[in-house]
């Protein structure tokens, strides 16, 4: 339920404040000329999906056991932004938000494959 709330609102307020957003995670911002509207577009999308899977980290909060696919997914995903955001950081790119993303992010990975591992798959029977 931690996850659900903060996915959802930071993907809230990335979408609206894409400017303040881009200021605090990257060390340095990129000439828009060249990006524009692509880099906006791909800020967008990558927010919607983070409000998404909040959404989907919600339902799954009240029966994890029958969203064993989310644990997986999110615990993937969040992984893959944390190693992401990491490199990024290391190489002097990232800000503070940047950093605190790594650690959010990289904690709740962790946690979402514990999860997933420790749930025991249902056994359906096709008819």
Not at 49 to 75: E, K, S
Request: aromatic share 16%; with cysteine.
């Amino acid at each position: 339920l931690f996850s659900a709330v903060g996915n959802i609102l930071a993907g809230l307020s990335a979408i609206a404040m894409p400017d303040f957003h881009w200021h605090q995670l990257f060390a340095f911002m990129p000439d828009e000329s060249a990006i524009f509207p692509h880099i906006l577009m791909y800020h967008y999308t990558f927010w919607a999906i983070v409000i998404i899977m909040g959404i989907g980290y919600w339902m799954t909060a009240t029966t994890p056991n029958d969203n064993r696919a989310v644990l997986f997914l999110g615990g993937a995903g969040k992984l893959a932004c944390a190693l992401t955001w990491l490199f990024l950081f290391v190489n002097g790119h990232g800000n503070w938000l940047m950093l605190g993303g790594t650690l959010y992010d990289g904690i709740l990975g962790i946690l979402f494959v514990m999860l997933f591992v420790a749930q025991k798959p249902i056994k359906t029977q096709i008819t």
